[in-house]
């Protein structure tokens, strides 16, 4: 059984800090994706990486997929009380498992406090 | 286009009651995928299907029946529901490279 391991878990931040979500795994991926989902909707995808230390940026959220393609972390910077949400990796075509179906972490839920 | 659409927004079941959970896509995607989501425990997938005709059980299909007559609809049936089943589904949709997937809003169940 594959498993993402998300941290921290809960994360409150005042207004204009910087903060990283941690994604890892033990195992390899072949594409990492990260979504946001606020109360009451559906995830929405943000990225997605596929190399091996890829970095990909998103106005002041920058996503990095780790070199062995088992790790991913999301950092954002001068928070917004916009970005407040859940946020969701997803893992595609790890080991035992089609490359049509994603593992999911249990979520980071960030809190930005104007 | 609408994207992934979820009829109901909400129901309140009873014990042992059925009912069916609507998903509909209109991006032509052949990948479609049921999931339930309870707090602090991530999306779990229920069902997921490659295409008109052909599904498979994901995680947790136990109480759970899909049919997938036709590319846009992926119907989840609850049969002789129990409160185990009480959470919010989530349907999706997705292109086969990198499966990036599209989501629905949401259908939040309660079995009373």
């Known amino acids: 059984t594959q498993l993402l391991e998300q941290s921290p878990q809960f994360l409150s931040i005042q207004e204009g800090e910087n903060l990283t979500v941690y994604c890892n795994s033990s195992?390899?991926?072949?594409?990492l994706q990260w979504y946001r989902q606020e109360p009451g909707e559906g995830p929405v995808l943000l990225v997605t990486?596929?190399?091996?230390?890829e970095v990909k940026k998103l106005k002041r959220l920058t996503f990095q997929f780790g070199d062995a393609r088992k790790d991913s972390s999301l950092h954002i910077t001068a928070a917004q009380p916009g970005d407040t949400g859940l946020y969701l990796c997803?893992?595609?075509?790890?080991?035992?498992?089609?490359?049509?179906?994603?593992?999911f972490g249990k979520g980071t839920k960030l809190s930005v406090i104007p | 286009n609408a994207g992934v659409t979820q009829t109901p927004k909400f129901r309140i079941l009873k014990i042992g009651q059925s009912m069916t959970l609507q998903c509909a896509q209109d991006?032509?995607?052949?990948?479609m995928y049921w999931y339930r989501q309870d707090p602090g425990m991530g999306l779990k997938l229920i069902y997921y299907?490659?295409?008109?005709?052909?599904?498979d059980k994901g995680e947790v299909p136990n109480g759970y029946n899909v049919s997938r007559s036709t590319t846009e609809d992926f119907p989840l049936r609850l049969e002789l529901a129990a409160p185990s089943q009480t959470s919010v589904y989530f349907c999706?949709?997705?292109?086969?490279?990198?499966?990036?997937?599209?989501f629905g809003p949401g259908t939040r169940l309660t079995v009373l």
């Open positions: 999706a949709s997705s292109y086969p490279s990198y499966n990036e997937q599209f």
């Open positions: 195992s390899v991926f072949s594409s």
């Open positions: 990486v596929v190399t091996g230390g």
């Open positions: 997803a893992g595609g075509g790890g080991s035992g498992a089609g490359s049509y179906q994603l593992t």
């Open positions: 991006m032509n995607h052949n990948y």
């Open positions: 299907s490659v295409g008109a005709g052909i599904t």
